[in-house]
């Protein structure tokens, strides 16, 4: 006789007839007696809530700023670069939740090898006092003298309310070096009045036939494209008057 020792609860020992096979004529043979134990339910925990998984990412919404559509044409009889900008999407806002968005865009030196000037506005400091409250609202004028193309004049943005200014703008002029050494680039600071004429505040000429390193900084930036040359420049306080 074998004997099956396993730890656990006695349960009643089966017939020797539950060992033989039973043939009945509508059902299977029962070869094992029901459990005797009474049933139990097995009792499930609640699936715990799992976070939301993060959205992928929208390369418009997320990953970026934002994307640009832009062309970009080189006039070779003119040696001019246009840029069109045509629109932008998928741009992120700011959180005051909206902005007046507008395109920059910046020629770095060395970039068109048939000659041109590229003019940097920095910042200016110690402005004179022009409004009532003590400050001046600041912009600068560029003017290059003679020049027949629309593109003689430019002019930084306003900055509000202070004496020292930080612009951090560019301008390129093109055109062959040769003929931008017999031009004159006056720059010019003014102060913004809303309904009325603005107010000069000084300017600062730059050109073969000014003097001492107003004259140096004009012809070393045209005898160098590769790099860029920034210096301090006093400011007159009449307006220089050019003429052709």
Request: glycine letters at 8%; hydrophobic letters at 35%.
């Amino acid at each position: 006789m074998a004997i099956d020792v396993s730890p656990g609860p006695i349960r009643p020992i089966r017939l020797i007839s539950h060992y033989f096979p039973h043939f009945y004529p509508t059902a299977e043979p029962a070869l094992h007696p029901p459990d005797p134990r009474p049933p139990v339910t097995p009792v499930r925990s609640a699936p715990q809530p799992q976070p939301d998984p993060e959205p992928e990412a929208d390369s418009d919404d997320s990953t970026t700023l934002g994307t640009l559509e832009f062309t970009l044409l080189f006039d070779m009889d003119s040696s001019t670069l246009h840029c069109t900008a045509h629109r932008a999407k998928g741009l992120k806002p700011p959180a005051s939740g909206s902005v007046d968005t507008f395109v920059k865009a910046n020629l770095l030196p060395g970039a068109s090898k048939r000659g041109g000037l590229l003019v940097g506005v920095l910042r200016c400091a110690h402005l004179a006092p022009m409004d009532a409250n003590g400050y001046s609202d600041p912009y600068v004028r560029l003017f290059l003298h003679p020049n027949a193309g629309k593109k003689s004049k430019y002019k930084t943005s306003v900055r509000k309310k202070t004496l020292n200014p930080e612009f951090n703008e560019e301008f390129f002029y093109a055109g062959p070096r040769e003929e931008l050494a017999q031009k004159t680039l006056l720059v010019s600071v003014w102060d913004y009045d809303m309904g009325t004429a603005d107010d000069f505040i000084g300017g600062v000429q730059l050109s073969s036939r000014a003097g001492g390193e107003r004259q140096q900084h004009w012809r070393e930036c045209l005898g160098h494209s590769d790099r860029r040359l920034e210096l301090w420049h006093p400011l007159d306080g009449a307006p220089l008057q050019l003429s052709d």
